[in-house]
């Protein structure tokens, strides 16, 4: 647990990162360098960080507080600051969180830490609502309301699943839209996945698992430095086989995966102030079943993500201007390879397809440059200035069944070119002898979204569509005791329309047609909030009360009940998301005087609860207002006991967690039977609240080889975040609708087991 007075053995250092232990002696302008700026972030080694902190304080006086060394966050702000002085409300998952966790993507580690709503549609494929903002079911990054980061860049894609943890550092998650430093998609928040790279110490490793239903994987990392240089490398595959679901349950066919990625990192420390790195990565998950609403046993997904990052980094000699310049570029990639042989007209079964195959790929190159001006001892000024240039081509191929659809259809993402601008500048001023941090942002964006000739889209007009919007923000932080701290913030985000949303004119897997709308307004947010932070020798608690307001909306209007055509509008009517936010750590063995000599016993616990979460706009006809694919509360709770702390032979670890998840609302896109399944075809469900439990344990063998085992679901449940008609007896759906499948359950009791060496 993190207090003032202690030194993180895992300090932001951004991409001006490096292995401060490497420099002899450790300056104390090379230890604030580290502190002065990053939009990434990194470990160092224990005696390097407390070498680094004893540095800075000795120049305290010219640069940010040495507390800013311990608990330090960069995503809010884009640069290194005491999360005490952060208006928003912060999440972190770090390093050693992702590795006692059993999660084998970034949406298995999200929903284990409480951060929001994850749909968790399939082992490729999910979605998140973040205070009443979601992600698209797709993954479409355009479409989000909660933006990706990759090491403070937009990731590209906002499908979480096809993202691997293997080379991630740390999450940073930004609640909310607090920033002004992020443009279009920032409305419920940012989450930020920052990468290992070799200015976060000396490693190599491998590791082995297998685990239940076929499942196994392999990663193995290495890094070093010399001289000037440092560099990383990366690589993981792994797959699995078909799951089984809970008790009662069966195999669900169509459940299997394959997974692979790779990092290569190259660090140059110039000198103490100044760095450049290049990062290259390719990460995705590759014939991954879809079973989708239908349970279908014939979908497969490929989806990949790739990049290239070169970031330089440094500050001038007075530690007066600081600054980052980053170039990026990324493919993003999504291949469909669908097929239905029964859809839907009207309320009838009727052929589909043996084939539908879509391919959308999005490319994009951006510019970030952002001068800092530390223009006295207690203002602080980020300018920036980002650019992008976005490329999305999609394709689309399909096969009809004996009497099923003739011809071929628009994809679902019709062509576009993007271009985006932005200049925006934040300012921090601390009073009251640095109790009292005041900030403010403006930002201002300017976008031109240029709808391009897509295949099999009849009677297509290319044409362009600009837009130029601000999003501003204010906050405070008072430290009003050592112990306690305050904050307050308000802010707005927003999200531009996409070309699809435009000018749409697509067909979906299940017959149905969407028309654009080009005069279409961005949607928007704005939040307000409160927080505070307690500490006391042992435990720490913070808590959030907090309101999102989004107007604006981009939905679908369907064009009456006897037809399966909708069309894309702007909703006038705001959804509305109130709530409180809670987490907690507590030093079990100091708070309650335990013996334990040798021993550690500690608590963890997070999670959030809606007392609002109402759509103003649901149709009349609804039988709730509730904003749907939201959980009304979740939660994740556990227990960590330990022996030994230093890697020696027969030291161990169990951990325990409970992931509650709480009741959700949902207009189920399965065909369920009627009565049995809904009372109507347009009936909305609730979803009961329900928990699971995982269990992991640690031996270390000797210093150099570690052997773990996990049980996910401990309690063999037989439940899903998402579907109505679970795989169980009787079954709900209609199988005149079904694929192959009835219901979809989420995996039951999972065993895993591994070994890890570091050498």
Known sequence: ??????????????????????????????????????????????????????????????????????????????????????????????????????????TDLLAEHAVGFLSEWTAAQTSLNLRGAATDGQGRDFKGQVLVLLNGRRAGTANLSKLSLTDVDRIEIVRGPASVVYGSQNMGGVINIILRTGASGPLNRVTVTGSSWGGWSTQAQTAGASGMLDWYVGLNTSARDDYKSGDGGTVMQNTGWKRRGAVAALGLQ??????????????????????????????????????????????????????????YHFVDEDEFNWASPVIKSGTNPVPGTARDYNDRKLDATGIRLQPRFRLSAANDLLVGVDWERSHLRSDRFRVAMPGGPSGQVAPYDNNQTEETKALYLEDAHTLLDNRLTLRGGLRKTWGETRFDPTPNLAFAQSNVRKYDTHTWSLGSTWKATDDWNLRAGIATGFRAPTATELAADFTAVGGGRTFGNPNLKPETSRQIEVGTTFTQPGWKVDAALFQNVISNRITTVSRGPSTNTSDYANNAAEVVARG???????????????????????????????????DKGAAATANTDRVQRMYRFQASAGMRYAQGMDRNAGDWSMQLTALLRGPMWYDTEENLLVPQGEPSSTYIHRKGAFTVWNLRGDYRVNRSVKLFAAVNNVFNLNRSPIFIAQDRSPCLADARFQNGGCGTSMPGRELMVGLQADF
């Not at 420099?23 to 972030?41: I, M, Y």
């Open 1 to 106: 647990m993190r207090t003032p007075s202690r030194v993180s053995p895992r300090p932001l250092c951004g991409p001006v990162a490096f292995p401060l232990s490497a420099l002899k002696p450790v300056t104390a302008g090379a230890a604030l360098c580290c502190a002065l700026w990053g939009a990434h972030a990194q470990g160092v080694a224990d005696n390097a960080a407390a070498s680094a902190a004893s540095a800075a304080t000795a120049t305290a006086s010219t640069s940010a507080p040495a507390a800013a060394l311990g608990d330090v966050f960069v995503t809010a702000t884009a640069r290194p600051e005491d999360r005490a002085r952060i208006a928003a409300t912060t999440q972190v998952i770090d390093r050693q969180d992702i590795e006692r966790s059993s999660a084998r993507s970034v």
């Open 270 to 327: 110039i000198d103490s102030l100044n760095r450049v790195e290049l990062q290259a990565r390719t990460d995705g998950i590759y014939n991954a079943g879809f079973r989708g609403s239908g349970s279908n046993i014939y979908s497969k997904d490929n989806r990949d993500n790739r990049s290239l990052d070169l970031t330089y980094t440094g500050a001038l000699a007075d530690q007066s201007v600081s600054w980052l310049a980053q170039v």
């Open 580 to 614: 409180l936010e809670l987490t907690t750590k507590v030093d079990l063995k100091q708070v309650l005087a335990l013996g334990l000599p040798g021993q550690s016993l500690s608590a963890f616990a997070g999670g959030y609860y809606h007392f609002d979460m109402r």
